[in-house]
């Protein structure tokens, strides 16, 4: 990623902070209702307490997108885990277009090409690594 877009993504993740758990909520609903079976790997789970894991997670890598080399056991493990919950490799597909509607809904318009591929990128290189994790535990 260029340092460009390292500061895209930080700065349109900043309208996600300032929105609180009221943007992590409108994720989760609209991951529910892009894939419905990704709502039941949380039947069982307490969202309050997923949405601060949500927010502490991923908050840590759009702030350490510029040297996610640094953190990619981190993402792996992470990967791995998701894989033993059910997670599916279709799910992050859908979380990926959850992600960036809810940053959409956060900035109050729909991200300019620039910051898309920004994000797409962000997102790309944090999920290489968590689908490998994911691949050595099936």
Do not use: C
């Not at 340092?3 to 943007?23: K, Y």
């Not at 040297?67 to 597909?93: F, I, N, Q, W």
């Not at 990926?96 to 959409?104: F, K, R």
Request: without cysteine; negative net charge; charged residues 20%.
């Amino acid at each position: 990623m260029t340092p460009e877009q390292v500061e895209q993504v930080n700065q349109s993740w900043q309208s996600i902070v300032l929105m609180g758990d009221a943007a992590i909520q409108m994720f989760y609903r609209r991951l529910f209702s892009i894939d419905a079976s990704a709502h039941a790997l949380f039947a069982e789970t307490d969202m309050v307490e997923q949405r601060m894991k949500f927010m502490e997670t991923f908050g840590l890598m759009v702030q350490n997108i510029g040297d996610l080399d640094a953190h990619e056991p981190m993402l792996e493990e992470l990967g791995r885990r998701h894989a033993s919950v059910g997670v599916e490799d279709h799910h992050y597909a859908a979380v990926h277009q959850a992600l960036i509607s809810t940053i959409e809904s956060g900035l109050g318009h729909v991200l300019d090409r620039d910051a898309r591929l920004a994000w797409d990128a962000a997102y790309q290189r944090m999920t290489e690594a968590m689908r490998r994790g994911a691949a050595s535990v099936q």
